[in-house]
């Protein structure tokens, strides 16, 4: 089988640090490839996961653009996909097309009317209830938690396959780092993932936290500096930096930390060595990552119940959910009751790359024998 593995055009894959959409797809990949499928990249032209062949019309991801006004940057996603078409129309080795481009991957596929295609859908399906809703017949979708299909409209729900949960390498490997007195959450900064409310939390308990991720692209203090300082800086008032200005950096102390991104093994180490991770998150979470990847580091994960948390975290077992913000802070003080080697043993029962692709595999035969 010859798959189109559709990225986008945003960020290399593997991505230099954050980057969820690539990192699923180099984590998918290798595995595909492993069981003798043949892929096609469609991303930049700095990616450097191996595969078959690369497609790029960009030397360089183009995320930064992002967040420049619609009317400004609504030409890159298309131009990309505008070369992948053209890629398409000129061999006919392509068996399948796996499309990952939000909106406008399934938008212009199902026009050109070429392969069969599978699009994933990595977000939250209320975002775009116009399209969703009247969703191309044609293109068949699979989802990244059952929690996230329900919430999609009837149309785009009769389009899909199910939903097949995210995976990490991590599952494969062990990553020894000596367990530290720290809890972490691990993520983009903003108002979705609720770093305020774990701050607000440890602080109360008198708990070490470790907040890692970038603010609105920003990967560090002297980067975030150079806008916060700038009140006619164009992310000035970005909703990410204005929350992490105002709600995260007044809880920010000797206790509880911001260390910017981290990335690779360094980013491993800092995980692995955490108590627990944190996710209080505030919104309906689709796919959930940093969790998977809190269970294959062995680090009990405590999150809100909301979104895929509870298809991912078994309560009293793997992890601890709670309903409101003080049980939260209850279940953190049991943390030592969960086991890290039942953790580590549940990612890779459930989600290694392997067991990731042969489920897309298995949703790849249902495509083409449906086409």
Excluded at 55 to 66: A, M, P
Excluded at 88 to 109: C, K, Q, S, T
Aim: with cysteine; aromatic share 6%; hydrophobic share 40%.
């Amino acid at each position: 089988m010859k798959v189109l593995m559709n990225a986008g055009p945003w960020l290399t894959v593997p991505p230099p640090g954050y980057g969820g959409i690539e990192n699923v797809v180099a984590t998918l990949v290798p595995a595909l490839r492993e069981r003798g499928v043949q892929v096609v990249l469609a991303s930049v032209g700095a990616s450097d996961l191996e595969v078959d062949e690369l497609v790029s019309v960009f030397d360089e991801g183009q995320f930064g653009d992002l967040q420049k006004p619609y009317n400004q940057v609504m030409g890159i996603a298309h131009a990309h996909q505008a070369r992948l078409v053209d890629e398409l129309r000129r061999r006919d080795d392509i068996d399948l097309v796996h499309d990952h481009l939000e909106v406008v991957g399934p938008a212009v596929l199902s026009a050109f009317g070429g392969p069969p295609v599978l699009h994933t859908l990595h977000w939250d399906l209320r975002k775009h209830p116009h399209f969703y809703g009247s969703f191309p017949s044609s293109i068949k979708v699979n989802g990244v938690s059952e929690s996230q299909l329900a919430r999609g409209p009837e149309a785009l729900r009769a389009a899909s396959l199910g939903a097949i949960h995210l995976a990490t390498p991590l599952a494969d490997r062990r990553v020894e780092a000596e367990r530290g007195e720290h809890f972490v959450v691990m993520g983009r900064v903003c108002r979705l993932k609720g770093q305020h409310v774990a701050a607000r939390v440890c602080q109360k308990l008198g708990l070490p936290l470790v907040l890692a991720g970038p603010v609105s692209g920003r990967n560090n203090q002297a980067e975030l500096d150079v806008v916060a300082q700038d009140p006619y800086h164009p992310l000035n008032g970005h909703p990410d930096v204005r929350y992490h200005l105002d709600q995260v950096v007044p809880y920010l102390d000797d206790l509880v930390t911001w260390v910017g991104s981290v990335a690779g093994d360094e980013r491993d180490r800092l995980y692995a060595s955490a108590r627990a991770a944190l996710f209080p998150i505030q919104w309906d979470e689709p796919g959930g990552t940093a969790v998977v990847e809190a269970l294959a580091l062995g680090v009990p994960p405590v999150g809100l119940r909301r979104g895929c948390l509870p298809e991912i975290i078994e309560h009293g077992r793997t992890g601890f959910l709670a309903d409101t913000e003080e049980e939260l802070a209850e279940w953190l003080l049991r943390i030592d009751e969960i086991d890290p080697e039942e953790c580590r043993a549940e990612a890779r029962r459930r989600f290694s790359p392997s067991v990731m692709a042969e489920k897309y595999l298995e949703l790849y035969d249902r495509v083409l024998r449906g086409a």
